[in-house]
């Protein structure tokens, strides 16, 4: 039997980014009876336990890191990460422990699976980080780069970029490309005869959508202001953007506040966070989804747009270009309010090409499901465990 630990402090509460992939990857190991009797997975919670029903599955043993006689001692995800989980992973006798959070704790000794991008490099290195944060990326995420057994790479272009960045080699890191969430799929898949009602107060194809974390590299702020230079000529049109604000210090809620002023109306409506039905509404309903990010290791909100037959909005890059080929409107100048709106008028008028894109989603997207990632984790840890 092979023991794999997974951390999994991401998925207690609201799920961005590191949650969605470790999320993802435990939904598909529950649908995989199979499994049982080569694996255990034991799964390392900070605080609580999520109620998803398919953590139910005997497959998973489910632990709170910290032990119940300390529960009155101050807490921190840094305790959590580098000392009680590790020290619950000793005594379980895992084998492998997989960290999809960037950083491999210096108290671990046995094997490791960490997940590592570029735009982690780039964000340990930038002065929009909270100092903290940088300080804990310098040193964990190298010692990472340096000592874990195998690392994790999201996309190709990310794992020639971390090999660089990092000066790992290239036998060490292995790709292993995202999936695009079920429901997301299922929609691709079906007909679009109900695409014009929604249950939601917007009208269908009135707003260009934005979501995910609100990093300085993903350009929230230009294309706020790019919203701005045409939301004359497209007077019904709404911009919202859904998400945490990720500047330092934060920005987004007064600009949304300072252009809605200059608008005379709530053109641009901020969300910080949905549920996955209102998602699910918000994504088959845009006109657009925006996300011209310049420094992403793969980028899911694009490429769910595309499964909800929704043309994305995208920075020119060597990864979109992996990734989606043609099927986007490209920026070629991320940070130029001017360039982002001159694309999302495209994007508004071109119905043509629009089309174009949105037809090829379906073969774009089966290229990503969380089946052929969870089958490469597995095959690695599986790799790993036997000493290959």
Same mark, same amino acid.
């Given at each position: 039997?092979?023991?794999?630990?997974?951390?999994?402090?991401?998925?207690?509460?609201?799920?961005?980014?590191?949650?969605?992939?470790?999320?993802?990857?435990?939904?598909?190991?529950? $649908?995989?009876?199979?499994?049982? @009797?080569?694996?255990?997975?034991?799964?390392?919670?900070?605080?609580?336990?999520?109620? +998803?029903?398919?953590?139910?599955?005997?497959?998973?043993?489910?632990?709170? &890191? $910290?032990?119940?006689?300390?529960?009155?001692?101050?807490?921190?995800?840094?305790?959590?990460?580098?000392?009680?989980?590790?020290?619950?992973?000793?005594?379980?006798?895992?084998?492998?422990?997989?960290?999809?959070?960037?950083?491999?704790?210096?108290?671990?000794?046995?094997?490791?699976?960490?997940?590592?991008?570029?735009?982690?490099?780039?964000?340990?290195n930038s002065s929009a980080v909270p100092f903290r944060y940088r300080l804990?990326?310098?040193?964990?995420?190298?010692?990472?780069?340096?000592?874990?057994?195998?690392?994790?790479?999201?996309?190709?272009?990310?794992?020639?970029?971390?090999? $660089?960045? !990092?000066?790992?080699?290239?036998?060490?890191?292995?790709?292993? +490309?995202?999936?695009?969430?079920?429901? $997301?799929?299922?929609?691709?898949?079906?007909?679009?005869?109900?695409?014009? &009602?929604?249950?939601?107060?917007?009208?269908?194809?009135?707003?260009?959508?934005?979501? @995910?974390?609100?990093?300085?590299?993903?350009?929230?702020?230009?294309?706020?202001?790019?919203?701005?230079?045409?939301?004359?000529?497209?007077?019904?049109?709404?911009?919202?953007?859904?998400?945490?604000?990720?500047?330092?210090?934060?920005?987004?809620?007064?600009?949304?506040?300072?252009?809605?002023?200059?608008?005379?109306?709530?053109?641009?409506?901020?969300?910080? +966070?949905?549920?996955?039905?209102?998602?699910?509404?918000?994504?088959?309903?845009?006109?657009?989804?925006?996300?011209?990010?310049?420094?992403?290791?793969?980028?899911?909100?694009?490429?769910?747009?595309?499964?909800?037959?929704?043309?994305?909005?995208?920075?020119? &890059?060597?990864?979109?270009?992996?990734?989606?080929?043609?099927?986007? !409107?490209?920026?070629?100048?991320?940070?130029?309010?001017?360039?982002?709106?001159?694309?999302?008028?495209?994007?508004?008028?071109?119905?043509?090409?629009?089309?174009?894109?949105?037809?090829?989603?379906?073969?774009?997207i089966s290229q990503y499901t969380w089946k052929a990632h969870t089958d490469?984790?597995?095959?690695?840890?599986?790799?790993?465990?036997?000493?290959?």
């Open positions: 039997m092979i023991k794999i630990g997974i951390e999994c402090e991401s998925i207690e509460g609201e799920s961005w980014g590191v949650g969605r992939v470790v999320k993802n990857l435990l939904e598909e190991i529950s $649908r995989r009876p199979e499994l049982s @009797g080569q694996f255990q997975f034991y799964l390392y919670f900070k605080e609580r336990i999520p109620d +998803y029903a398919f953590l139910d599955n005997q497959i998973f043993i489910k632990k709170i &890191t $910290r032990p119940g006689w300390l529960s009155f001692v101050p807490f921190s995800f840094n305790i959590h990460y580098h000392i009680y989980l590790i020290a619950r992973a000793y005594l379980d006798g895992v084998s492998t422990l997989y960290f999809a959070n960037y950083m491999l704790p210096m108290l671990w000794f046995k094997k490791s699976i960490v997940m590592l991008t570029d735009d982690v490099f780039y964000e340990m804990a990326y310098n040193i964990f995420c190298r010692w990472a780069a340096l000592r874990a057994t195998r690392i994790m790479a999201i996309s190709e272009t990310s794992r020639q970029h971390v090999a $660089r960045l !990092f000066g790992i080699k290239a036998t060490k890191i292995f790709t292993n +490309y995202l999936g695009i969430e079920q429901s $997301r799929r299922q929609w691709a898949e079906s007909s679009k005869e109900n695409e014009n &009602t929604s249950p939601s107060s917007l009208a269908p194809r009135h707003y260009l959508l934005f979501v @995910g974390q609100a990093f300085p590299r993903r350009h929230l702020k230009e294309s706020l202001e790019a919203f701005e230079k045409i939301a004359p000529e497209f007077p019904d049109l709404q911009f919202i953007a859904v998400g945490g604000d990720k500047y330092n210090p934060p920005i987004v809620d007064a600009l949304v506040g300072h252009i809605n002023g200059r608008l005379g109306s709530e053109r641009i409506i901020r969300k910080h +966070y949905v549920t996955d039905e209102e998602l699910a509404e918000l994504f088959k309903n845009a006109q657009a989804v925006v996300y011209i990010s310049t420094k992403e290791a793969f980028g899911l909100p694009p490429l769910e747009a595309l499964a909800y037959g929704t043309a994305p909005i995208i920075a020119n &890059t060597t990864l979109t270009h992996e990734l989606f080929h043609d099927s986007a !409107f490209f920026v070629e100048r991320a940070g130029s309010p001017d360039d982002i709106a001159k694309v999302m008028k495209e994007a508004l008028t071109d119905t043509a090409k629009r089309q174009r894109i949105i037809d090829s989603g379906k073969h774009i490469k984790f597995l095959e690695v840890a599986r790799q790993i465990a036997v000493g290959n």
